[in-house]
């Protein structure tokens, strides 16, 4: 059974800084992305940020210049790492694994809130 547990969310005053961690454990095939999404009260979720099998990454136009996706394999491990952050940044962050291939299976951590506020 996959799991991916996140860490690292919590409060944070604007202009703040905050790391996001999300560790993947049990059997899963060949990875094609590793990202993070966000859901806000109200509002859909959203692709933050994404970073492929080949290193290639892709960012939310919102986030731009302030965030920044690594991975490291040999943990399966995905960080997220959110600078300046806004009281617009505020939501539930979710960790996401996407396989390779029409059958690959996406999987989802569980969430961990980040809240913005003075």
């Known amino acids: 059974q996959v799991q991916l547990v996140e860490s690292g969310g919590g409060l944070v005053q604007p202009g703040g800084s905050l790391r996001l961690s999300c560790a993947a454990s049990g059997t899963i095939r060949s990875i094609n992305a590793m990202g993070w999404y966000r859901q806000a009260p109200g509002k859909q979720r959203e692709l933050v940020a994404r970073?492929?099998?080949?290193?290639?990454?892709n960012y939310a136009d919102s986030v731009k210049g302030r965030a920044t996706i690594s991975r490291d394999n040999a943990k399966r491990t995905v960080y997220l790492q959110m600078n300046s952050l806004k009281p617009d940044d505020t939501a539930v962050y979710y960790c996401?694994?996407?396989?390779?291939?029409?059958?690959?299976?996406?999987?989802w951590g569980q969430g961990t809130q980040v809240t913005v506020s003075s």
């Open positions: 970073i492929f099998s080949n290193g290639n990454t």
């Open positions: 996401n694994i996407k396989e390779l291939g029409p059958r690959g299976s996406d999987y």
